[in-house]
């Protein structure tokens, strides 16, 4: 029965992605409807790749290749070295890619209105999704077999991850860009530039698909806030603030999804204090009845965040 219930929603979670509505509505998230007390299936770790890894594709397909045009670059280069990974390196690659290899470089390069991007990987290791441009070697073979792809195309403007403004667009560090410089030689070095806004505008670009899959990450997020919010966890007079608060940081970790920031539970009352130095005018402390809960709750799945603030009222005696 769990088997089926699993396959059942893969199947429709890539149903939305093709385009399919279940009842021909749409799938869009609704504000302040009513959530079942029992949290929507999450999936297996098994089935979690395709979904993520269909999403992925058309963002390479039809996002990036928009992006790069509309902010310049007909080429854009992302170098990291393992476990110290660009903050976009991890959204451009296949799942179950958990990190950088090594010394990992990734190239996109725009051949023309009407040609799909090209997409180059300069690794020790294949990836799904992209063309293998290196086959092995040293360290000074791989900054090579780079510098030989960057004028086999002879880019115009060649995009690189540095940046004074903006963290995200900041990835590439300065022993690698020294090195990048080095093995590109004056005349390809002279045409790099900061691809700050092109990291950002990738990352908070949404597509439909993944529009889609906010539906139903959303309704597990707000299952868990009303699991929190009721009878089964909060007893007046006894259940304190911090108690829901990590009731939903634990619940979060037990269905095998990771927690975007710490989950915040307060209590709002008649004659307590609302000052600058008080968030949302509430305290935490032991809940009574006639609070009014405030609570701010992310979860991370399928590469996406949600972050979702509820608030619930606790009902007096009677």
């Not at 390479?60 to 854009?76: G, H, N, S, Y």
């Not at 090209?118 to 799904?128: A, K």
């Not at 960057?150 to 995200?168: A, C, L, Q, T």
Request: charged share 20%; aromatic share 8%.
């Amino acid at each position: 029965m769990r088997m089926s219930r699993t396959v059942a929603l893969a199947g429709m979670l890539l149903a939305l992605m093709a385009g399919t509505a279940l009842n021909g509505q749409s799938t869009a998230p609704a504000q302040g409807r009513v959530i079942p007390g029992a949290v929507q299936h999450v999936l297996p770790e098994r089935e979690r790749p395709a979904v993520i890894n269909r999403v992925l594709t058309d963002r390479l397909e039809t996002v990036l290749p928009a992006l790069m045009r509309e902010t310049r670059f007909d080429m854009w280069l992302v170098i990291n070295r393992e476990y110290v990974e660009d903050p976009v390196y991890l959204t451009l690659v296949p799942a179950p890619v958990f990190h950088a290899r090594r010394l990992s470089m990734l190239v996109f390069f725009d051949r023309g209105e009407g040609q799909p991007l090209e997409r180059l990987t300069v690794s020790r290791y294949p990836m799904q999704g992209y063309q293998a441009a290196w086959s092995g070697g040293t360290a000074e073979d791989q900054w090579k077999r780079l510098a030989a792809i960057v004028r086999e195309r002879n880019p115009k403007r060649i995009g690189i991850n540095v940046s004074e403004r903006w963290s995200f667009g900041d990835g590439l560090s300065a022993a690698l860009r020294d090195q990048l410089m080095a093995a590109l030689g004056p005349d390809l070095a002279a045409r790099t530039a900061s691809a700050d806004e092109l990291c950002v505008r990738w990352l908070e670009t949404r597509t439909p698909l993944e529009m889609d899959l906010y539906a139903h990450m959303t309704a597990i997020a707000r299952g868990i806030i009303a699991e929190a919010f009721s009878e089964r966890v909060i007893t007046p007079g006894v259940t304190t603030t911090d108690d829901v608060a990590w009731y939903i940081r634990q619940r979060i970790t037990d269905l095998g999804l990771d927690t975007w920031f710490s989950p915040y539970v307060n209590r709002q009352f008649a004659g307590g204090t609302c000052n600058p130095d008080t968030p949302f005018c509430g305290e935490s402390g032991v809940i009574q009845r006639g609070d009014v809960l405030h609570t701010d709750v992310g979860i991370s799945y399928l590469r996406l965040n949600t972050d979702t603030q509820e608030m619930g009222y606790v009902l007096r005696a009677g």
